[in-house]
């Protein structure tokens, strides 16, 4: 018994696109290049957490206009801000416009990314993308970097800083402009 060309052209569409699905699942590629691979666990939406020493004292907050949670370890952020309070009431304010927050401490901040200290000097720190441990307030990044201060600038390529003791290395290519303090 011949089927109709009809029920034909349909069951051959079907067969195909059976085919396509399949090797598709099989070989572990998305149809959709904008599906994430792992589902949505969690969404939320101008979010603030804070965190606090065992003494009580508030070691940073984070906030950000959407943070997204694919998988138990990773979390997207967009437009993260983190404040970083050091024991001396110093503080430290770095802001990007996307960040990846793995395994409770690290923080990869991505373009535009911006971090300033106002008190007791205004200090500026520009670069591509920078990784942050919320644990230890230290922070790095393999990019270029530009450094203002009252004294003037610097451009680097890569840097080392741990924001409590303001310890900082400059990596490569150091180039520094000194106009003194301004305000002497």
Do not use: M, R
């Given at each position: 018994m011949w089927m109709q060309p009809r029920r034909l052209a349909i069951a051959i569409i079907m067969?195909?696109?059976?085919?396509?699905?399949?090797?598709?699942?099989?070989s572990g590629s998305n149809l959709s290049n904008d599906t994430p691979s792992t589902p949505l666990l969690l969404f939320a939406e101008n979010i603030e957490t804070q965190t606090f020493s065992s003494n009580g004292q508030l070691t940073h907050s984070m906030s950000g206009m959407r943070l997204e949670q694919h998988s138990q370890n990773i979390i997207q952020i967009t437009s993260p801000k983190v404040r970083l309070l050091n024991e001396d009431n110093s503080q430290w304010e770095v802001s990007a416009q996307s960040g990846v927050y793995k395994n409770d401490s690290l923080?990869?901040?991505?373009?535009?990314?911006?971090?300033?200290?106002?008190?007791?000097?205004?200090?500026?720190?520009?670069?591509?993308?920078?990784l942050l441990n919320t644990k230890t307030n230290f922070i790095s990044t393999k990019d270029p970097v530009t450094f203002l201060s009252q004294n003037g600038k610097l451009t680097a390529i890569g840097m080392t800083f741990d924001t409590k003791t303001e310890n900082i290395e400059f990596l490569a290519d150091v180039r520094a402009l000194y106009t003194g303090n301004k305000n002497e």
């Open positions: 067969v195909v696109v059976g085919y396509i699905l399949l090797n598709a699942t099989q923080l990869q901040l991505l373009n535009d990314v911006h971090a300033e200290k106002t008190v007791p000097e205004q200090i500026q720190i520009n670069t591509d993308s920078l």
